[in-house]
């Protein structure tokens, strides 16, 4: 069983930056990757960014060279800087892992980005 627990979502202006963190816990297998979601409201879940094991990394065009993800193997956790934010960046942001072909998902961040 994996739990994982984000931190870091909020308020900020247009232009400023959020820091969003997620520890994972439980039974975690090398291999991984882990990395975020989000949601907007009346909106599908898309991919933000993921980063595997080895550190290789993958973003969404529309965060590219504004976010970056980063992960400590050995604390078992995973974090977005999310920089120069855009109204359209609003959504709960969700960490998830995928090992042994099965996802796992936090509960989510509120991140709100004001104009």
């Known amino acids: 069983q994996v739990q994982l627990v984000e931190s870091g979502g909020g308020l900020v202006q247009a232009g400023g930056s959020l820091r969003l963190s997620c520890a994972a816990s439980?039974?975690?297998?090398?291999?991984?990757?882990m990395g975020w979601y989000r949601q907007a409201p009346g909106k599908q879940r898309e991919l933000v960014a993921r980063?595997?094991?080895?550190?290789?990394?993958t973003y969404a065009e529309s965060v590219t060279g504004r976010f970056i993800a980063s992960r400590d193997n050995a604390k078992k956790t995973v974090s977005l800087q999310m920089n120069s934010l855009k109204p359209e960046d609003k959504g709960v942001y969700y960490c998830?892992?995928?090992?042994?072909?099965?996802?796992?998902w936090g509960q989510g961040t509120q991140v709100t980005v004001s104009s």
């Open positions: 998830y892992i995928r090992q042994l072909y099965a996802d796992n």
């Open positions: 439980g039974s975690i297998f090398s291999g991984n990757v």
């Open positions: 980063i595997n094991s080895a550190g290789i990394k």
